[in-house]
């Protein structure tokens, strides 16, 4: 009885051992293959930030213009991933979220098909560069450096339309600033409310039907361009006339600024009546002398 015991307890120990052997090995069959993914990964992906994906879209846009293109399809693989895992609570609207999206998903296109066009790989990288910093620094975002350029393309197609240039120079002119706007559009979403943007889209896409037409209505065509000088300034936070005098100081600290300033030119005035005042004084006891 007892041997049958010992021989009973020595088989399920042997059994217990193989089973543990085997639960090993296909685990880490498993992990080889990819079947597996261990919760460390996920911890690590689920931590992924805003910063890191604009730095991640950086290095993707250097390495377009340096045409690495084995580091730009691992770059744009690797923020295509971190989609997902970056929390956009309260750094954007829903719009904005959806800009980048698609930014991310032109990008992937545009790296398949890189051999066919390869200024547009530029271009869309340059839109997602943009995007991404719009979220990491939305005090002060790149996109914004681009008004001189917009303006200078709107002024080249208002100075074409004054001088009746022909279709295809119109055509030309516009081609620049549509490119130029649409580099920036998505940056624009994601901090500016979407009524600003519908109203640029709106204003871009009749004013490419007039510059397209074959009869170009030139009255027409030059209303719609001094009113899109009025939506670009509103587009980057500029006013139509600004002042000659820009402040030394910019941001916060510009109300601080002009109290001291104004506080200066009080007390210089108080100085120089006073000043005069005992002068005048003066005048007086010397002549009653």
């Not at 869309?124 to 008004?147: E, G, I």
């Amino acid at each position: 009885m007892k041997r049958t015991f010992r021989s009973l307890t020595g088989w399920l120990t042997v059994s217990l051992m193989a089973l543990l052997l085997w639960t090993n090995a296909s685990y880490r069959v498993s992990a080889q293959s990819g079947e597996f993914k261990p919760n460390v990964n996920q911890e690590v992906s689920s931590t992924y930030t805003i910063a890191q994906m604009n730095e991640e879209a950086t290095v993707l846009y250097r390495r377009v213009l340096e045409n690495n293109m084995e580091e730009v399809r691992a770059s744009v693989t690797r923020i295509g991933n971190s989609l997902a895992h970056v929390s956009f609570e309260g750094q954007t609207s829903v719009e904005g979220i959806h800009a980048l999206s698609e930014t991310v998903v032109e990008v992937k296109e545009a790296t398949a098909k890189f051999k066919g066009d390869r200024h547009l790989l530029q271009q869309v990288s340059a839109k997602l560069r943009l995007a991404t910093d719009s979220l990491a620094n939305p005090a002060k975002p790149l996109w914004l450096q681009y008004y001189k350029i917009v303006k200078n393309d709107l002024d080249a197609l208002s100075l074409a339309v004054n001088q009746n240039n022909s279709a295809a120079i119109l055509t030309n002119r516009f081609s620049v600033l549509e490119e130029h706007y649409e580099t920036i559009r998505p940056a624009a979403i994601i901090r500016l409310e979407p009524y600003q943007i519908a109203q640029m889209d709106a204003w871009l896409s009749h004013l490419k039907g007039l510059t397209h037409a074959k009869q170009s209505d030139r009255s027409q065509l030059r209303s719609m361009t001094e009113h899109g000088e009025e939506l670009v300034n509103q587009l980057f936070g500029r006013e139509k006339d600004e002042s000659a005098f820009v402040p030394y100081v910019q941001g916060p600290d510009r109300r601080a600024a002009g109290l001291i300033i104004s506080s200066v030119i009080v007390a210089t005035l108080s100085y120089a009546g006073y000043r005069k005042y005992r002068a005048e004084q003066q005048d007086i006891f010397t002549y009653r002398r």
